[in-house]
């Protein structure tokens, strides 16, 4: 394969028709009083690269764990491809995993790290050299096969670590924070890496992470987790741009909120009273209609700021209080009355005229950029 | 002209020596004779001039009252070997056979006690682990006789443990349980348990547990998870805690004679003859040395066996 595969809107695929991998049903999990995980339910499809998203303390990892049988729930049903794995301990389920702190054999070399799994299922020696050496070469480690984990640097470790599951050609790989202890440069490297990876070899990777930018670019679906809890699970654009509550929004991204009372309501949109004066919103097939008051949110990248002046719908001036120049683009912290919000625009021309500080400015909220969130 | 450059103004009038400066050769010769000198006059004194010694005396002759003369010989050695006066005897080849089998048993008994012993105490929470700690070190307060001679009261015909062994058909009624060889292997358990306790626990707090997930998770059931997981991770403690019990264990005698009933002769009582009783110096010297020279090249084997599995071995 030459060059990187992108997950780019049209490469993600809705795998809706595909069995399923995992099946999770009310699965629960308590550390003493701490909830770890709170009747979690989920399906993740044969094929596709599926986050758990959220912040540390919120259950993913211990999920993750519970799939590949190192943790067992207290309630609830595991099923992979099909199979009841409650019974089925750690060593004989069909799944591999990646772990955080790569976790390899410190006494082994590379190739015997690689080909430890293989080993422990008698496979025949001249297999096991062959797999591994494709693993390795899968990897792009194939030069270090001698070497103690001691003598790599993390990235190489991550890769070793990656082989050495791979190499078990499992149903599911779990992939726990794989990439957390790189830096930042590697991190992307490696997350093109892995999703070129994931495309060719058709396996279900179940990735854990709490970097929702990571989560954004590798994923197919994404289920934003919270105090054991899922929040909201779906692919990662409609995440992104359909969040359900203010959780989800600023957990994915940067949100601006703003409060108000339904006014009236049409069929596909409504009206709402804001501080920024009267707000028409659209709303999509299916949602309900909003009543009473109600929470908008917008994208910082959804706000559009004009500077002709002319009247318009969901039009309001604002006072620019703070830009923040990041090169591609510029980052406006913006006031209306007492409300601040944030409105990023690209630098794409050259001679784009950039904004100063106290300077007035319309903003523009777009009817169909308006979500409206559950609290 | 302006100031001179600041590191031109602080350099300090007389060359001083600092940390990570280069040293001119004689310097360097200075400074690890002043730190390091202590140490090795110490050990030249005390250990290297009288290993010599050990070693000349061992190749003199024993004159008729005990005291040391030439012609310089080998004699002591091929006694040893079993060639003495009277035609081939493998009585002293057998105590040094005897004596290693005490020791290798020792060890076994005392690693077959702290395997569980050392993942039972990196367990517990943190204070109880603190407690039991020294509850193991607790033993080394007390005197080895005063140990030994206790486990004799407690070996006797009507002690409570003896009953106990009684009761469960594990002795006969009215018959000590000393001397006897179980006896000798409970007092030597007693005495070397810590020194393979100890390095094993520090070992076994480390293991990282991660990674017998990680043999799990590639397929290892729990024995191979031990096996592969867990035993490379304390090798390096085990090992060390082996070698601890394995080397005094083989110069005991005390033990042996106090719980075994004196019957039997190990390398620690033939070297205390030959220098006490017998006045044989070359002969006790010759049996110090070759008991010397065998745990050393049990050490040597160890670390090159080590060395070849990519380890870091003991010498």
Known sequence: MKGP???????RRVLEDAPSAIEIEGVSRSFGDFKALDAVSLRIRQGELFSLLGPSGCGKTTLLRIIGGLDLADDGVVRIGGVDARAIPAHKRPVNTVFQSYALFPHLNVRDNVAFGLRMKKVPEREVAARVARALELVQIGGFADRKPLQLSGGQKQRVALARALVNEPQVLLLDEPLGALDLKLRKELQVELLSLQRRLGITFVFVTHDQEEALVLSDRIAVMRAGRIEQLGPAHALYERPRNRFVGSFLGEVNLVEGTVERTAPGEFVAVTALGPLRAETRPGDPAPYGKVTLAIRPEKVRMVTDGTPGENRA??????VIYIGSESHYQLRAGELRFTAYAMNARATSRELREGERV???LPASALIVLED | M?????AARLRPARREIRFGEALTPLQGLARSALTAGPAIGWVTLFLLLPLL???????????????LQLPFTFGSYSRLAGFGLFGFDPQYPLIILRSVVLAAGTTAVCLLAAFPLAFFIAGLPGRAKGIALTLVVIPFWTNLLIRTYAWQILFAPDALLTRAAVAVGLAEEGMPLYPSAFAVYVGMLCAYLPFLVLPLYTAVEKIDWSIAEAASDLGADGRRVFRHAILPQVMPGMVAGM??????ATGQFVI???LGGAKTVLIGNAIQQQFGASRDWPFGSAIALVAMALVLLGLWLQ?????????????
């Open chain 1, 5 to 11: 595969v992108l997950a780019t809107a049209e490469s």
């Open chain 1, 317 to 322: 001036q604002a006072t620019v209080e703070a």
């Open chain 1, 362 to 364: 319309q903003v523009e």
């Open chain 2, 2 to 6: 302006g100031d001179p450059a600041p």
């Open chain 2, 53 to 67: 010694g050990i070693v000349l005396f061992s190749v003199l002759t024993r004159g008729p009252y005990g005291e």
């Open chain 2, 243 to 248: 070698i601890l019990v394995f080397v005094p």
């Open chain 2, 256 to 258: 042996p004679d106090l």
């Open chain 2, 303 to 315: 670390t090159r066996t080590a060395g070849k599995r990519g380890e870091e071995g003991l010498l």
